[in-house]
């Protein structure tokens, strides 16, 4: 692009100027970026549900129990592939700031359950050779430094054990990885049957079920089937997809999308605002400039070019720079310690912010540039 | 260098008009100006402040329109080209002398050079080359990497003369060369420019108030109320 | 001194006079602190919200039991008879109905959000006699107290707005059973309005909870009978408790929710405020250029650089205070007592809360506008007062 050096000199004309827009718009897509990811840490949990899959709890409360004898009726119901039961353990390890989840379940029905975790057939069979053994997730590991082999003491809440202590102590012997990127690996899963034994009381009753379902676009009639299963009984029951579960709790902690939308738009405003205003400045200290490039014969629609060149590459510089700081920011991790189960940039998002650069930039100098293209020469240079 | 055959004549203006609008007034600055300038003529036009020597140079460069009448260059009306083909007619015909030089401050005396360059299809060391022979006729060689701010005025409209000459124009239009330079810098540029006329034998039209460089001219014309004369009109 | 004065005085006054020229780009400088700061007054007020809710309705003279051991009210479990107990502590104070101790029973009941239709964790509060006078804020504002022994339930303010089926002579559905909604409260703005309440008679067999409570509620007599009751209960043999005092407490729920929403906030809050001192300076510097032949103009005449620095450093603070104004008054108009609701970590069990813009938080919105506006046009104005005199008057 041999018209490059002109664009370039355009902007170096005023380098603090410059220098400053392109701060501004990198600014805001360090948050155009930061907020995304921070949606995304929401949204993960619900993208990365199964499809095929549904949960069944108490209908009148989270924290209510369900009989365990309640499996091998759903299992009964049609369309239903398997049904598992998991139960919210509920315990404190060290501080209730380290706050993750514990749930004790059967070992085999987790491995057909939950096909995204990857587990190593070595650490299959330690699990399911040690009573007191846990399967714990590469996040949760990596967290809190764990290693192979460690003794993991929790502090339960809910349940006491049969000898009237409340300190239970688990073995770490199986660690899972997560098959996606937004798979939850902060999970730490113990063995039913030696949570079974040793609580002192609620023997025979389980937190939830999750259901695999035969077939992904029955999955409501099935739900419903299930519900009407036990309608009336003393535990009645509501199923729901695995993902509107999860999309539940997100709207339980705040229209979030809401949230993040307006603070991207204010701020995006906010900056085109600044940006458009900094080149429409410019165009009209350069009037004279301009002018002569004219005379010398470069075309009105050069000129407009030229305009919208210099507002390219500024957003692009500073766009690009953003994002790129986002992307830093983002692998430092989760800012709130734990409360985000997966905290990164999507691909996706990246492309997102890429057109929204050259969005901006065209819709920053499209009126300067209009104006340059729409400058009359004589008048130009009489002033 | 194109000489128009039949006539001899590069320029014809005829009966031209030009209306300009100030909010409501109209102020008519030429009023049926006829004018023909030969091939390798020095054109000095001089008149007092406000008498449209500006405008009718703007006229025969394409910069503005007229209102009425015709302008003829080299054998084209360019009062009716468009605004696309005017630019383009521009870039490959006239080379512009500004008072006040109108240089790109971000770019170097080389780049500024080159600029006109820009628009035609020369490789990057085609351009580079002419545009150091430019500055070598206008004897700058040595201050090509220099940025505006960097030169003297006189050094400035040197820069800005060999930015008109680097495409090999048909005209030259000066638009008060020498209004911002002291005495010995506006001698060596009304030097220069006299070289250009006799040695090149490029046509030059200069617009100015100083009688001593409408004497290094071929030709002086006297503009007053929208009208030639050879005779000055106090 | 006189003449500084004098200096910065005609100085602004021209500085004025050629302000209408540069409206356009001083009209944007002021709406983009405007922006700013309205953002960042809103993000802020949620926390400021959730706080609100957290610490208010609670005075010094009140105090929680839980068993040992439990962090909150959800994972704690005492025995009825570990209750009475309670209740003889020294300490308490008493009013003409008795002693004001409230045992309470802690659960969640699944209902749909007004605003997604999705099921929310909404908590239900079991109660006796007196827990309404234990809480000194309480008090009914709309229909009637709920009747003893029957499934009839209360709800407050905050509850009612965000999750649906609660309105007056509605009915939740707990089981097989029907509960009509008989009444509406308010606590102070306290957390006790996002709960639903019921007799604990009532909840006890419908949760199989037999004769339990999970905490017990005291009003002490006065704020320093709280080591004292303290003392006799931990030294109690027979029990196994944790007394708190309530202010303690809520500060450890709100905690969690509270950090992460101020972590994320001044986060934003932060960069955000980076662009916009970016802005402005962007903005003043192009506003100062543009009058740089007047200021070499005046500095050729004889005014020297200092008023000049003033002159265009105040234009600024006018600007960026004009803007923070508005852009607090935007934030306070759209966001003050927006209600809406999270998740309490902590009970995991909503919690309703309204966008609390108050006086604090308006004044830090302006005063942050006013350090941009400072460093916005103070670099801008030095080195326009600095740059040599002779060379600005060139520059065309």
């Known amino acids: 692009m041999k018209y490059f050096f002109l664009i370039s000199s355009g902007l170096k004309r005023k380098k603090i100027r410059t220098g400053l827009t392109i701060l501004s718009i990198m600014v805001a897509f360090i948050l155009f970026g930061y907020l995304t990811a921070i949606r995304q840490a929401f949204d993960a949990g619900v993208e990365v549900a199964g499809v095929d899959r549904l949960i069944v709890r108490h209908k009148v409360s989270l924290i209510q129990l369900l009989p365990q004898n309640y499996e091998s009726k759903i299992e009964r119901v049609d369309g239903v592939d398997n049904a598992i039961h998991s139960t919210w353990f509920g315990g404190i390890y060290k501080e209730p700031r380290n706050f993750f989840a514990q749930i004790p379940i059967v070992p085999e029905e987790l491995f057909d359950m939950y096909p995204e975790y990857i587990i190593s057939d070595e650490h299959k069979a330690a699990w399911l050779e040690t009573r007191s053994g846990v399967l714990v997730g590469r996040g949760l590991m990596d967290r809190f430094d764990w290693k192979l082999g460690d003794r993991i003491p929790i502090n339960a809440t809910i349940w006491g054990k049969k000898d009237g202590g409340r300190t239970w102590e688990f073995d770490l012997v199986a660690i899972y990885e997560g098959a996606e990127k937004g798979t939850d690996t902060s999970q730490f899963f113990i063995r039913y049957d030696f949570f079974d034994e040793t609580r002192a009381n609620g023997g025979g009753l389980v937190g939830w079920y999750t259901v695999r379902v035969s077939d992904p676009d029955k999955a409501a009639e099935v739900a419903a089937a299930i519900d009407a299963e036990f309608a009336n009984s003393a535990h009645e029951t509501k199923a729901e997809a695995e993902g509107a579960f999860i999309q539940g709790f997100a709207n339980q902690i705040g229209n979030i999308y809401f949230i993040i939308m307006s603070i991207m738009s204010a701020v995006f405003f906010t900056i085109l605002l600044v940006a458009g205003n900094t080149m429409a400045y410019t165009v009209r200290e350069r009037t004279n400039e301009l002018a002569v490039l004219k005379a010398i014969g470069f075309t009105d629609r050069g000129v407009l070019g030229l305009v919208l060149g210099e507002s390219l590459v500024l957003t692009i510089i500073g766009g690009t720079l953003g994002l790129g700081l986002a992307w830093f920011l983002v692998s430092m991790g989760d800012p709130t310690q734990g409360s985000f189960p997966v905290f990164y940039l999507p691909v996706r998002d990246v492309f997102i912010g890429l057109g929204l650069i050259i969005a901006m930039a065209f819709v920053a100098g499209i009126i300067p540039a209009l104006q340059a293209q729409k400058l009359q020469i004589a008048d130009a240079l009489r002033r | ?234 | 001194m006189f003449n500084w004065f004098s200096q910065i005085v005609a100085v602004t006054h021209f500085s004025m006079r050629s302000l209408p020229q540069r409206a356009g780009s001083s009209v944007t400088a002021m709406l983009g602190i405007t922006g700013v700061v309205a953002v960042m007054v809103g993000v802020l007020s949620i926390a400021q919200g959730v706080l609100r809710t957290m610490e208010s309705s609670v005075g010094d003279n009140n105090a929680i039991v839980l068993r040992s051991g439990s962090d909150t009210e959800m994972m704690s479990g005492l025995a009825g008879e570990d209750t009475r107990i309670i209740a003889e502590a020294p300490g308490i104070a008493r009013d003409e109905t008795g002693v004001l101790a409230s045992p309470e029973l802690f659960v969640i009941i699944n209902l749909p959000m007004l605003t997604t239709g999705t099921d929310a964790n909404v908590p239900l509060r079991g109660v006796q006699t007196q827990a309404m006078s234990v809480r000194s804020s309480f008090r009914l504002v709309e229909g009637r107290m709920f009747e003893w022994g029957l499934n009839e339930v209360i709800v407050g303010t905050g509850a009612q707005g965000q999750f649906a089926g609660l309105g007056l002579g509605a009915s939740i559905e707990v089981g097989q059973e029907k509960w009509l909604v008989v009444g509406v409260f308010e606590a102070g703005g306290g957390l006790a309005e996002s709960e639903i309440w019921v007799d604990a008679a009532v909840l006890q067999p419908a949760f199989r909870r037999g004769n339990s409570y999970q905490a017990v509620y005291v009003k002490l007599e006065s704020s320093d009978a709280f080591d004292e009751f303290k003392e006799a209960l931990t030294s109690d043999p027979r029990l196994n408790v944790k007394p708190m005092r309530e202010a303690e407490y809520y500060a450890s729920q709100s905690t969690v929710v509270y950090n992460m929403i101020t972590g994320l906030g001044t986060l934003i809050a932060v960069i955000m405020g980076m662009g916009a001192v970016f802005g402005a300076l962007n903005t003043m510097y192009t506003a100062v250029s543009s009058r740089n032949r007047e200021i070499a103009t005046l500095r050729a005449l004889g005014f020297r650089a200092g008023p000049i620095v003033i002159s265009v450093v105040s234009e600024s603070l006018l600007l960026a205070f004009a803007g923070g104004l508005i852009g607090a008054g935007l934030a306070w108009l759209a966001f003050d007592g927006f209600l809406t609701s999270t998740l309490n970590w902590a009970s995991f069990s909503a919690i309703t809360f309204a966008f609390d813009v108050n006086a604090k938080l308006l004044a830090q919105g302006i005063m942050f506008a006013m350090l941009i506006g400072l460093v916005g046009g103070l670099f801008p104005a030095i080195r326009a007062a600095r740059q040599p005199v002779a060379q600005a008057l060139r520059e065309l």
């Open chain 2, 1 to 234: 260098m194109t000489t128009n055959s039949s006539e001899g004549c590069l320029v014809k203006v005829q009966a031209v008009d030009k209306v300009f609008k100030r909010g409501s007034e109209e102020i008519h600055v030429l009023g049926g100006l006829d004018l023909e300038i030969p091939a390798g003529e020095f054109l000095a036009l001089m008149g007092p402040s406000g008498s449209g020597k500006s405008t009718l140079l703007n006229l025969i460069g394409g910069l503005d329109r007229p209102s009425e009448g015709i302008v003829d260059v080299g054998g084209l009306r360019i009062d009716t080209l468009s605004n696309r083909k005017l630019a383009g007619w521009r870039a490959r015909h006239i080379g512009l002398v500004f008072q006040f030089y109108n240089l790109m401050p971000a770019l170097s005396a080389q780049k500024n050079v080159e600029l006109p360059l820009l628009l035609t299809r020369l490789s990057r060391a085609e351009r580079k080359k002419r545009a150091s022979i430019a500055l070598d006729i206008v004897g700058l060689s040595h201050r090509t990497g220099h940025y505006p701010r960097q030169l003297s005025g006189g050094e400035q409209q040197r820069t800005g003369i060999a930015r008109a000459i680097v495409t090999d124009p048909t005209l030259l239009l000066c638009d008060e060369p020498t209004g911002d330079l002291d005495r010995k810098s506006g001698d060596e540029i009304l030097d220069l420019l006299q070289a250009l006329n006799r040695e090149q034998g490029k046509t030059i039209i200069m617009v100015t108030h100083d009688i001593h460089a409408a004497a290094r001219a071929t030709r002086i014309l006297y503009l007053n109320k929208g009208q030639l004369s050879t005779e000055a009109i106090d």
